[in-house]
């Protein structure tokens, strides 16, 4: 009986922290849109040979040929540290943890994702505004890493990631309405948690 009461007090907490964030982000709503995650980053021309290296690495990944696209997008990784190729190094790192993602290898994916927010973070001025990366970028950063500790079934993490997103300042259509997206995560997941509540209840008067 303890037991169950302690599940109980859990999943209440954590469909009031949903709720919450449910409420918060919609305060900021416009139309939700479904997108695909795309790095919106545009290329200098010096760029163009490992640009092109990885417009082809990410054909092969949206072909699904995944252990290619890893492989290589390892040593475009490797390129641009070596080079000292950020703007590269960020789309590689990225790339990478899409590519544990559709591999359902969300741990790495969470270390690449979070490897290529480090970069965003570096690119930031004294004031806080980027100067080769976009305040989309780090959004969709953002909606990544906390779509990941979700399916890693951290939502105290995913959480804190989506707050972080939902507090973005930016006018930007497609920013805006990448913070909607956490809004039909949780709706997904608040139905779970009534019906195990339901189910747990049920319990207590077995």
């Known amino acids: 009986m303890e037991k169950v009461l302690r599940y109980l007090s859990y999943y209440y907490k954590t469909i009031f922290c949903s709720i919450f964030l449910f409420v918060f ?6 139309a939700f849109d479904n997108y695909k995650i795309k790095p919106h980053l545009t290329l200098q021309q010096n760029d163009s040979i490992l640009e092109n290296e990885y417009d082809s690495i990410k054909k092969l990944v949206i072909d699904k040929k995944y252990a290619e696209g890893l492989r290589l997008a390892l040593n475009l990784y490797d390129k ?10 960020f789309l590689s790192t990225y790339l990478l943890g899409e590519i544990h993602r559709l591999n359902r290898n969300y741990k790495k994916a969470l270390n690449s994702y979070k490897k290529s927010i480090e970069l965003l973070d570096s690119d930031r ?12 970028n780090y959004a ?3 909606l990544r890493i906390g779509t990941v500790f979700q399916n890693l079934s951290n939502n105290d993490s995913s959480i804190v990631y989506f707050n972080k997103l939902g507090m973005l300042s930016s006018l930007n259509d497609q920013v805006l309405n990448l913070k909607q997206y956490p ?7 608040i139905r779970k948690i009534h019906c195990l509540i339901r189910h747990m209840t049920m319990l207590l008067w077995l």
Do not use: P, R
């Open 125 to 136: 001025n004294e004031i806080g505004e980027f100067q080769n990366f976009t305040t989309l």
């Open 140 to 142: 969709n950063n953002l």
């Open 183 to 189: 809004i039909q995560i949780y709706l997904q997941f």
């Open 25 to 30: 982000v919609a305060n900021n709503s416009y």
């Open 80 to 89: 641009s540290k070596k080079e000292n190729n950020q703007k590269v190094e």
